[in-house]
């Protein structure tokens, strides 16, 4: 992944630093993302507002993410480190708000989306902290790191979801707000990756990077990841319809709240084996097959997720992670690198980033919709269908390794 096996040589393996930051930005995602509608819920909010909420926070996200990734990708911008450092530490004033402003509706509107908007654009810029210090030398096993993540994302959702039918959703904004401060930290101490001179291939080489850095710039270079994404786009709304909702889906087959905690649970300890694993997997099919696997993996899990009948077969239903969420967001970081240079690298974790982010609005919105007015059932037709046809689309466009 690097320009200079020397430089390999001298820097060394932050997987074990990297993954404590994956742990925390999990948890914290959890806590905000993932129980969403269970404290939205509490706080007299309807399907088509929270819908609204999750869809305003990715429409904002996916307009400041091209910007964030533009100036990321420049020799002379500060490292993606340092832009993550100071995200946290807005992202733990944000939990205080959200925890202050909950009994008013209005404050609680903006608060909220503020949050999901912040939070979604670190996700992208956390998997390009991996990119830019390998990129610059430094050895991350991306896959471990991402495994640990979900395994917090696993344990804390298993966790919560006992703790809040126990006590009151409100107690999630406050655990969030500890949980930033300690990510916080984290970030702090980790180590500023940002090598120029091996990213852009020798001090003599460092400039900043070729005109192109606007969206249609970098499409026109890229035309077949513009479709990809396109595939990618349709692929993920079946899996934010079950996820946004996921308390509404559980309910719908018998569960509760705790159930909720049980499948965001299940969903990621699941798809550790294969986080850990993906580096093995990729001697055994190219990363561009991986990708049109997990698509193929979507549509299976769309059609359990409507056929299961009860919390039991739903759980069971969970396990198709393992080739579908688990293998994307892994694989993802890897297509991305083989197939773009260094100075657009960035650039193409947050487009892919936007792309499930603007999945994650269609989703929200359209689904609130759907649920408040046909119920559960039709939405996850919907779902299935969405699935069916950006595979297709995946298929014909994931493009093999350039580099």
């Not at 399907?47 to 964030?68: D, K, R």
């Not at 990213?199 to 400039?207: D, I, L, Q, S």
Request: with cysteine; aromatic share 12%.
């Amino acid at each position: 992944m690097s320009n200079s096996s020397n430089t390999i040589s001298s820097k060394p393996d932050i997987t074990a630093a990297y993954s404590a930051l994956q742990g925390l930005f999990w948890l914290n995602y959890c806590i905000i993302g993932g129980f969403a509608n269970v404290y939205l819920l509490e706080h007299n909010f309807s399907n088509s507002m929270i819908g609204a909420i999750v869809a305003l926070s990715g429409i904002f996200s996916a307009c400041i993410s091209p910007l964030v990734a533009a100036y990321a990708d420049k020799p002379e911008s500060l490292s993606v480190r340092k832009i993550l450092t100071i995200l946290s530490a807005g992202m733990a004033v944000l939990m205080v708000l959200i925890a202050v402003t909950g009994k008013n509706y209005i404050l609680t509107v903006i608060t909220y989306t503020a949050g999901m908007t912040v939070i979604q654009l670190m996700a992208s810029l956390t998997s390009s902290l991996a990119t830019q210090s390998m990129r610059s030398g430094y050895r991350v096993n991306f896959g471990t790191a991402r495994g640990i993540g979900s395994l917090m994302y696993g344990l804390s959702a298993h966790a919560l979801g006992f703790l809040v039918a126990r006590t009151h959703p409100d107690i999630l904004p406050v655990a969030a707000a500890i949980s930033w401060t300690v990510n916080l930290i984290l970030y702090l101490r980790f180590p500023d990756t940002k090598d120029v001179a091996v990213m852009y291939n020798g001090a003599e080489n460092v400039r900043a990077p070729e005109k192109g850095g606007s969206p249609t710039a970098f499409f026109r270079k890229y035309p077949r990841y513009g479709l990809f994404l396109l595939g990618i786009f349709f692929v993920y709304i079946s899996h934010s319809l079950a996820n946004v909702f996921v308390t509404q889906v559980v309910m719908s087959k018998g569960g509760t709240s705790a159930d909720t905690g049980l499948i965001l649970g299940v969903q990621a300890l699941v798809e550790i084996p294969v986080m850990f694993g993906f580096s093995k997997m990729l001697k055994v099919a190219k990363v561009h097959n991986w990708m049109r696997i997990c698509a193929f993996f979507y549509v299976l899990k769309s059609i359990g997720t409507y056929a299961s009948a009860s919390v039991g077969q739903h759980v069971a239903v969970q396990f198709l992670e393992t080739g579908s969420y688990a293998v994307m967001v892994v694989c993802g970081l890897y297509y991305v690198n083989s197939i773009m240079k260094t100075e657009d690298c960035v650039k193409g974790q947050s487009f892919m980033g936007i792309s499930t982010t603007m999945a994650n609005v269609a989703a929200s919105w359209i689904g609130g919709i759907m649920l408040d007015v046909y119920g559960v059932p039709a939405m996850l037709i919907l779902g299935m269908s969405v699935a069916v046809f950006g595979t297709v689309i995946v298929f014909f466009n994931a493009q093999p390794p350039q580099n």
